[in-house]
């Protein structure tokens, strides 16, 4: 798996998340970038061609997709066949993070409102799925 086109696609999970209910707030946007920088970056050991932690990757797409307005459901459906496709790669600790930041971006802003508990209820299934692929 090439750990950038992860994080990247990260960066369409949060922004599923984030976007589901139909805005995102400032509040979210700042949380993203916390997010990456304090509990990404420290975790994540590979780098681009620039040197760059690939974990940036993540907050780098979710800015792009809300410059681009883009569909939260395209978004979510892009992670989704990305994790399918690298579903070998994409190991326990990896789907436990992926979660564990997902979950925390969506209780960033007034706790975890019944739009984002939907998307994270999903991406928990689809975790699942992966499971049985072992």
């Known amino acids: 798996m090439i750990y950038k086109d992860f994080y990247a696609q990260l960066g369409h999970l949060l922004y599923a998340v984030a976007k589901s209910n139909g805005h995102i707030s400032k509040t979210e ?3 993203v970038h916390d997010l990456v920088k304090k509990e990404l970056v420290p975790q994540e050991s590979h ?3 620039f040197g760059t932690d690939t974990a940036y990757y993540t907050e780098i797409e979710f800015d792009i997709l809300i410059e681009q307005d883009a569909d939260p459901e395209n978004a979510f459906r892009s992670f989704c066949e990305f994790i399918e496709a690298h579903h070998s790669a994409f ?4 789907q436990r993070a992926t979660i564990a930041v997902a979950e925390k971006l969506a209780d960033s802003y007034y706790g975890i409102s019944i739009a984002e508990k939907a998307v994270l209820g999903r991406l928990k299934v689809q975790i699942q799925k992966l499971q049985t692929h072992d």
């Open 47 to 49: 780098e681009d061609e």
């Open 91 to 94: 190991d326990a600790q990896l």
């Open 29 to 31: 946007l700042a949380s």
